[in-house]
């Protein structure tokens, strides 16, 4: 079946500039991840959706950064004003309800000029 | 601060040789997961281990959960050019329920060269 998807694959955008990153879980995963990860480093968590509960937002780095999940379907992550130390590359993941496991999408790679 | 330690951060090698790679805290972790990925890709999941003391073997590698659950390890043997990519260790803290919010580990850049 269909895997994470991401879109778009790659995104340069000046500093300043806002942009919107879009995840499409596997469908019927009811908990959807966004993590970023910069060069050849692990993975940082950033915000965490569960079906209707209200997102576990924690793991943002400042306000500049925010989510939205349509139900339990697609995600976007929006970084406002970017800079550059926003370059990396951003991973979504969904994973089905109780499920240990988590399977990623191919990720953004995010370049901030 | 919950942190997961992994070494060595990058790793070079001959094909036919074998290595270790480690993934140490100081917390304890309900399950350890262990992820491989490819450059432009996602990370899949290898495997995942929950039981203290446990091991696991796909093929030519084996992961190790410690005794105390802080921390685990993946061996390959004769390791193959197609074993090359970075390797995360990921760890869901105790008490973190079933939210899945996993710690990752800094990765391990495995290079296999024929």
Redesign the interface.
Known sequence: GAG?SQSPSNKVTEKGKDVELRCDPISGHT?L?W?RQRL??????LI?F?GNSAP?KSGLPSDRFSAERTGESVSTLTIQRTQQEDSAVY?C?S?A???????????TRLTVT | TQLLEQSPQFLSIQEGENLTVYCNSSSVFSSLQWYRQEPGEGPVLLVTVVTGGEVKKLKRLTFQFGDARKDSSLHITAAQPGDTGLYLCAGLPLGSGNTGKLIFGQGTTLQVKP
Not at chain 1, 40 to 45: N, P, R, S, T, V
Not at chain 1, 97 to 107: D, H, I, K, T
């Open positions: 994470v908990a991840y993590y050849g480093q692990g993975l940082e968590f965490y569960q576990d991973l993941a994973s309800r109780l499920a240990r496991e988590q399977y990623f999408g191919p990720g």
